[in-house]
Nanobody, 123 residues
Framework: QVQLVESGGGLVQSGGSLRLSCAAS????????MGWFRQSPGKEREFVAGISWTEYTIYADSVKGRFTISRDNAKNTVCLQMNSLKPEDTAVYYCAAGIHGSTSPSRGGYDYWGQGTQVTVSS
């Protein structure tokens, strides 16, 4: 069983920055793919960014160039640096882990999920 705990969410102004962190425990973190998804009220959970166990990264078109995903295997953490935030980025952000090790934009590619952290970007 893998446990994931997100932190770092909050309220920021449009154009601002925020850094989300996800702490993992109970598994072999260094061999897992990690990802970030987000969900706003009334909408389906959508892919934001992913990083494989080899640190290959992929991003949703809506965040590419603004967000950066990274991992620190020594600390069992994955982070999402969010810059140039827009009101459209407002959502609950979820950390996810995939035991297969290969990053994917699909929810089905991940096996474990965190509880989520709220990010609100004001106009």
């Amino acid at each position: 069983q893998v446990q994931l705990v997100e932190s770092g969410g909050g309220l920021v102004q449009s154009g601002g920055s925020l850094r989300l962190s996800c702490a993992a425990s109970g598994g072999t973190f260094s061999r897992y793919a990690m990802g970030w998804f987000r969900q706003s009220p009334g909408k389906e959970r959508e892919f934001v960014a992913g990083i494989s166990w080899t640190e290959y990264t992929i991003y949703a078109d809506s965040v590419k160039g603004r967000f950066t995903i990274s991992r620190d295997n020594a600390k069992n953490t994955v982070c999402l640096q969010m810059n140039s935030l827009k009101p459209e980025d407002t959502a609950v952000y979820y950390c996810a882990a995939g035991i297969h090790g290969s990053t994917s934009p699909s929810r089905g590619g991940y096996d474990y999920w965190g509880q989520g952290t709220q990010v609100t970007v004001s106009s």
